[in-house]
């Protein structure tokens, strides 16, 4: 569980102490509009590659496999560039991380937010 990183719903509201959202999706959430969905930057690069996200498919059975493979993907030194990038961005800020899926035990931004605490 993610100490410094917190995660969120894109169809929750947002509040005051979510400080620094960013939107980690590479879609579009569905009936969300870009008015509607408050977030301080959208970093698509951070989500799984499409590859992995289509195999994934969010099936449970799939998890275990997708965390190590998603893990593996946000350790590549470009993608720890980019985690520390969002770091300094917060300024000091709470950092939420903002998603769509509607599982909220299975999720990359689960992973995500593991893996920048790492970085902390």
């Given at each position: 569980?993610?100490?410094h990183?917190?995660?969120?719903?894109?169809?929750?509201a947002?509040?005051?102490?979510?400080?620094?959202?960013?939107?980690?999706?590479?879609?579009?959430?569905?009936?969300?509009?870009?008015?509607?969905?408050?977030?301080?930057?959208?970093?698509k690069?951070?989500?799984?590659?499409?590859?992995?996200?289509?195999?994934?498919?969010?099936?449970?059975?799939?998890?275990?496999?997708?965390?190590?493979?998603?893990?593996?993907?946000?350790?590549?030194p470009?993608?720890?560039?980019?985690?520390?990038?969002?770091?300094?961005?917060?300024?000091?800020?709470?950092i939420?991380?903002?998603?769509?899926?509607?599982?909220?035990?299975?999720?990359?931004?689960?992973?995500?937010?593991?893996?920048?605490?790492?970085?902390?």
């Open positions: 569980m993610a100490k990183v917190h995660i969120k719903r894109a169809y929750e947002a509040a005051e102490k979510d400080g620094y959202r960013v939107f980690v999706d590479r879609l579009w959430p569905r009936g969300v509009s870009k008015q509607d969905l408050k977030y301080d930057v959208w970093n690069d951070l989500a799984p590659s499409p590859e992995l996200r289509k195999w994934f498919c969010h099936k449970v059975e799939h998890w275990d496999q997708f965390r190590d493979s998603y893990q593996t993907e946000l350790r590549a470009d993608q720890v560039a980019r985690m520390r990038e969002l770091i300094e961005a917060a300024d000091g800020k709470a939420t991380l903002v998603y769509a899926a509607k599982d909220e035990r299975h999720n990359h931004a689960l992973i995500l937010a593991a893996e920048i605490d790492r970085l902390y």
